[in-house]
Every structure is written in C-alpha cells, then in structure tokens.
C-alpha cells in the first residue's frame, strides 16, 4: 500500500518564475493538505483540498492556489516566487469521514528559489 | 486551535526511557491530541494519538491527566534513530470536518551513544 508521494523530490526556481509541486495522496483517502515548512520552523499550513474544493486557508497569500483532481491528486501552484519561498513543502493526505482524521505525511519537494 | 508549549531540546542516552511533556492548557473539550515525529527533510510521521487516559502503541505510549491541560509522550529505550524533532498537536478530528494542523517549534530530542 503506497503511502503519500510528492513530486519532484528537489526544485530550483528564480524569483518570478512560477512552480508546480505534486501530491498523490494515501491509497484510501480523499483529502489533501498542504503546508510550508521553512528551515529550523514547524510545518505552516497552506490549504485542504476535499471533492475538488479548497475549504480552508491559512495566512497565505493569492499566489498560492492549489487544485485537486478527480482521483484526489492535488497540485499546489506558487506564482512570482520570492526568495522567501524557499522551503520544504509538504502534503498531507487524510480520509475525510472518520472521527479522527489522522493526517499522514509525504516526504516533501524541497524548493530552493533563487 | 489550542496552543502548544513543549521543551526547546531534550538529550538523552541510548537505553533511556525519554518522556517529553506538551502544555495545552486551552485545550477543548472536542480536542484530540497528537504527537509527529519528523527527521531532516523528511515529511513528519503520526506516532500517537489520544483523547484521555494513556494510550499505547508498538511506538510510544502517551499519558493524558485527567484535567487534559498536558500530555507526555513516552519512548521506551530510545536509540539513536529516534533523534528527530517531536511535534506536539491539539485539535479538533471530526467528521464532515475539517482539521488543519498547527504546529509549533517542536522538541528536538538527540540521543547519544
């Protein structure tokens, strides 16, 4: 049983450049999150995806947006990146529908802006 | 969701039993509480989760007092492979809900030969 993967492991980007970062989540679940973490800081978190629409946002700003498909792989898009940007980011996958939502983890797509 | 207060750093010694302990004092009474642990560019990993009382699993055991304004996490003869940093979480798991988790600084445990 295949846990959460993200591609690609590892992105360099220039600041303006626009970056793409992907999440197939947990075999079983159908709710994808996504959080930042930035070097020596806990996990911040982005948005959740459940049936195609994100219903919750962190402090985030517009030029992160996010989609999911209809097999519940979801897609975090980050326009004119800053070099702020840079950090590990992180996809969690839950089942929605079970008192505790237990979110699993993948290993992150670690994006350096340049 | 409630805040977290948890210890800096912890060291401990291969074989120890190592206790790390989590404030949450405006902890809610819908309020599970649940404990990460996460390696160096790795994504964070579940170790336990609990709503009262003690829970155990092949992992960690985690101690809840009754009043539930803190948790202890408990690793038994710890090695070094579980040098990593230890996030404690308290929020709300409900169904046809949602549950963004927050995290804080976590506890970076080292453990020594």
């Known amino acids: 049983d295949a846990g959460v993967t993200q591609s690609p492991t590892h992105l360099i980007k220039t600041r303006g450049q626009q970056v793409t970062l992907r999440c197939s989540p947990k075999s079983g679940h159908d709710t994808v999150s996504w959080y930042q973490q930035a070097l020596g800081q806990g996990p911040q978190f982005i948005f959740q995806?459940?049936?195609?629409?994100?219903?919750q946002r962190g402090n985030f700003p517009d030029r992160f947006s996010g989609h999911q498909f209809p097999n519940y792989s979801s897609e975090l898009n980050v326009n004119a990146l800053l070099l702020g940007d840079s950090a590990l980011y992180l996809c969690?996958?839950?089942?929605?529908?079970?008192?505790?939502?237990?979110?699993?983890f993948g290993p992150g797509t670690r994006l350096l802006v340049l | 969701l409630a805040k977290t207060t948890q210890p800096i750093s912890m060291d401990s010694y291969e074989g120890q039993e190592v206790n790390i302990t989590c404030s949450h004092n405006?902890?809610?009474?819908?309020?599970?509480i649940t404990w990460y642990q996460q390696f160096p560019s790795q994504g964070p990993r579940f170790i336990i989760q609990g709503y009262k009382t003690k829970v155990t699993n092949e992992v960690a055991s985690l101690f809840i007092p009754a009043d539930r304004k803190s948790s202890t996490l408990s690793l038994p003869r710890v090695s070094l492979s579980d040098t990593a940093v230890y996030y404690c979480l308290v929020g709300v798991m409900f169904s046809g809900g949602y549950n963004k988790l927050i995290f804080g600084a976590g506890t970076r445990l080292a453990v020594h030969p």
């Open positions: 995806y459940y049936e195609e629409e994100e219903r």
């Open positions: 405006n902890i809610a009474t819908n309020d599970y």
């Open positions: 969690a996958s839950s089942f929605n529908g079970e008192y505790q939502e237990t979110q699993y």
